[in-house]
């Protein structure tokens, strides 16, 4: 795995470049590293190369459903924290158990502010989750 990097790693993750496009531009400023794909199968390689804090990942994509790729993203990384966009309603009864509290469900079109609220929270509490852990494991 690589070195800790300065700035969390976002990895964004839609069939759809001009969404991807946005989001890079949403977070351009933000202390936060965006890397986008187009491609599920790429997401998850680089979910082992980097370490990556947070998955934002479309719902419908061919080849591989968001909460497909949340699955395998826990099982690799389960420190990674999910972001769901879609523009359709999502039967979370019909997810498996373990998913159904991992990650946070954004409707397309976002509302920017809260998405960048959203992100920033979460990368606070997990900020928080490291530090306890340190200092608990002595560090």
């Given at each position: 795995m690589n070195p800790r990097r300065e700035n969390p790693v976002m990895l964004c993750v839609d069939d759809e470049p001009s969404v991807l496009r946005s989001l890079e531009r949403l977070f351009?400023?933000?202390?936060?590293?965006?890397?986008?794909?187009?491609?599920?199968?790429?997401?998850?390689?680089?979910v082992e190369d980097h370490d990556v804090r947070m998955l934002v990942t479309d719902q419908r994509m061919p080849g591989m459903s968001g909460t497909k790729l949340i699955e395998e993203v826990m099982c690799r990384s389960p420190r990674t924290a999910c972001?769901?966009?879609?523009?359709?309603?999502?039967?979370?009864?019909?997810?498996?158990?373990?998913?159904?509290?991992?990650?946070?469900?954004v409707t397309k079109p976002w509302d920017d502010e809260e998405l960048k609220s959203k992100v920033r929270q979460i990368l606070r509490e997990l900020d928080q989750e490291d530090r306890e852990d340190r200092r608990t494991s002595g560090e």
């Amino acid at each position: 795995m690589n070195p800790r990097r300065e700035n969390p790693v976002m990895l964004c993750v839609d069939d759809e470049p001009s969404v991807l496009r946005s989001l890079e531009r949403l977070f351009r400023k933000e202390p936060v590293e965006v890397l986008t794909t187009v491609q599920p199968d790429v997401a998850l390689r680089w979910v082992e190369d980097h370490d990556v804090r947070m998955l934002v990942t479309d719902q419908r994509m061919p080849g591989m459903s968001g909460t497909k790729l949340i699955e395998e993203v826990m099982c690799r990384s389960p420190r990674t924290a999910c972001i769901i966009l879609t523009a359709y309603p999502l039967d979370t009864a019909v997810l498996p158990d373990f998913l159904r509290d991992t990650y946070v469900l954004v409707t397309k079109p976002w509302d920017d502010e809260e998405l960048k609220s959203k992100v920033r929270q979460i990368l606070r509490e997990l900020d928080q989750e490291d530090r306890e852990d340190r200092r608990t494991s002595g560090e």
